[in-house]
């Protein structure tokens, strides 16, 4: 009897269906089907697409790390999470948000101009998320204390940029708008790369053995500066006036440097940080002040 049992043969499940008797195709289909429903209903699908957009935008060197970075910022940009922090956390709360936004300004250069702006909208928006007790909109001391660290991190002296600060800077309880948040963040960076330009450009006149420059020769190059950045006048974008200094040729500097040391005149030193200084006046002159 036991070998006859053993020799029946086992009734095998018909293909296709399960024990419950649901095609087994069709309950897959299902899950998958509901698998992509949750992601896109929790914004995963959307989160996802938006980083690979970043990526696409900013074509960093090193992908992988950009987009851990890029996920480890995406926690602040929710204006739910805006009353999180009550003082003394709401200060610790505005930190990360200023350091979220520069995180934003920082993914393309100014002259990708369709990139940096979509930049700049998304720094704006986190910075005006609203808490519990504040209603939405950024108000001018934050939009002032990111032009700060902006300015502190791009190394640029701070008597270099300070004159620019105070010429674009908006009151405390002030409220800011998006086309003014633009045009100051766009200004600053400008001018930071105006100012590493010069000082580059400070490197060619100095004596390595003394390092400072010959008055004359720095004056010529200033004035001669000066000229072209006149030239621009019609020109309204900051960025116009980075361009306008970056024609200047090697012929009218060598022609401007001759004629600076065939002067009779005698020479005095001219440092690093007053050729700077006066560089970024002639810039900043061009800027038109916030109303």
């Given at each position: 009897?036991?070998?006859?049992?053993?020799?029946?043969?086992?009734?095998?499940?018909?293909?296709?269906?399960?024990?419950?008797?649901?095609?087994?195709?069709?309950?897959?289909?299902?899950?998958?089907?509901?698998?992509?429903?949750?992601?896109?209903?929790?914004?995963?699908?959307?989160?996802?697409?938006?980083?690979?957009?970043?990526?696409?935008?900013?074509?960093?060197?090193?992908?992988?790390?950009?987009?851990?970075?890029?996920?480890?910022?995406?926690?602040?940009?929710?204006?739910?999470?805006?009353?999180?922090?009550e003082p003394p956390g709401q200060l610790l709360l505005q930190q990360q948000r200023l350091g979220r936004a520069l995180w934003?300004?920082?993914?393309?250069?100014?002259?990708?101009?369709?990139?940096?702006?979509?930049?700049?909208?998304?720094?704006?928006?986190?910075?005006?998320?609203?808490?519990?007790?504040?209603?939405?909109?950024?108000?001018?001391?934050?939009?002032?204390?990111?032009?700060?660290?902006?300015?502190?991190?791009?190394?640029?002296?701070?008597?270099?940029?300070?004159?620019?600060?105070?010429?674009?800077?908006?009151?405390?309880?002030?409220?800011?708008?998006?086309?003014?948040?633009?045009?100051?963040?766009?200004?600053?960076?400008?001018?930071?790369?105006?100012?590493?330009?010069?000082?580059?450009?400070?490197?060619?006149?100095?004596?390595?053995?003394?390092?400072?420059?010959?008055?004359?020769?720095?004056?010529?190059?200033?004035?001669?500066?000066?000229?072209?950045?006149?030239?621009?006048?019609?020109?309204?974008?900051?960025?116009?006036?980075?361009?306008?200094g970056s024609r200047l040729g090697p012929d009218s500097l060598a022609q401007a440097m001759d004629r600076a040391l065939g002067?009779?005149?005698?020479?005095?030193?001219?440092?690093?940080?007053?050729?700077?200084?006066?560089?970024?006046?002639?810039?900043?002159?061009?800027?038109?002040?916030?109303?």
């Amino acid at each position: 009897m036991a070998a006859v049992e053993k020799r029946r043969p086992a009734v095998a499940p018909v293909a296709g269906f399960t024990d419950s008797g649901r095609p087994a195709a069709s309950r897959t289909a299902a899950t998958a089907e509901s698998e992509e429903d949750f992601l896109r209903q929790v914004g995963v699908t959307e989160m996802l697409r938006a980083a690979l957009l970043k990526v696409l935008e900013a074509r960093p060197e090193e992908p992988i790390a950009f987009l851990a970075h890029y996920f480890e910022n995406m926690g602040l940009r929710s204006p739910a999470n805006g009353g999180a922090g009550e003082p003394p956390g709401q200060l610790l709360l505005q930190q990360q948000r200023l350091g979220r936004a520069l995180w934003h300004l920082r993914l393309a250069h100014h002259s990708q101009r369709t990139a940096f702006n979509n930049n700049v909208s998304v720094a704006y928006e986190c910075l005006s998320a609203s808490g519990r007790k504040k209603k939405p909109g950024l108000d001018g001391r934050t939009y002032s204390e990111l032009l700060k660290r902006i300015c502190r991190d791009g190394e640029a002296p701070e008597e270099v940029v300070a004159p620019l600060l105070h010429r674009i800077r908006c009151r405390d309880h002030e409220a800011v708008p998006l086309d003014v948040f633009r045009t100051g963040m766009l200004t600053c960076f400008v001018l930071l790369e105006f100012v590493a330009r010069a000082g580059a450009l400070y490197q060619l006149l100095e004596d390595p053995t003394l390092a400072v420059a010959d008055r004359r020769v720095g004056q010529a190059v200033l004035d001669t500066l000066e000229g072209a950045l006149r030239a621009s006048d019609a020109a309204a974008a900051p960025s116009r006036y980075l361009e306008a200094g970056s024609r200047l040729g090697p012929d009218s500097l060598a022609q401007a440097m001759d004629r600076a040391l065939g002067a009779r005149r005698p020479g005095s030193p001219m440092t690093r940080e007053e050729f700077l200084e006066k560089a970024a006046a002639l810039f900043i002159a061009k800027v038109k002040p916030v109303a």
